[in-house]
């Protein structure tokens, strides 16, 4: 089988695999083997336990679509992460989600700035005034 796992950062993991184990909050647990019924599934946050000979990786899911069909597993998630047990990679998310929100804090304390000093430059000129 073969699993690929893409978020708007780009492709996380594009690998075979030998089987996975999606776990979702809302929908619970499944395995996916090779030649499995074709599925499509949500994961609002979870993970997917992937399986590669004697290895064992975790990819903690936030808003995901898993498709499986004729062995190609097909995962688009809103973010993830990928660590060696789900609580290092539910860690790692964490920390990374935490980073982008104190970035944003910042680009909007800027933007503030940068658009109060539009506003005092636009008074000062008289610009828009007809």
Known sequence: MHI????????????DVD???VSSHSNGDYGVLENHLPIIS???????KLEQKNLVYYVVVINGVV??????ISVIAED????DSKETAFKNLSE????????????NVELAKAERELRRQIK??????V
């Open 124 to 129: 000062l000129t008289g610009a828009g005034n």
């Open 4 to 15: 690929v796992i893409i978020t708007p950062e780009g492709e996380l993991y594009n690998e």
């Open 96 to 107: 990374i989600r935490k980073e982008r929100i104190e970035e944003n804090k910042k680009r």
């Open 80 to 83: 993830a992460f990928i660590g």
């Open 42 to 48: 949500t994961i609002d946050t979870g993970y997917i």
């Open 19 to 21: 089987a996975i184990v």
């Open 67 to 72: 498709e499986n069909h004729r062995n190609l």
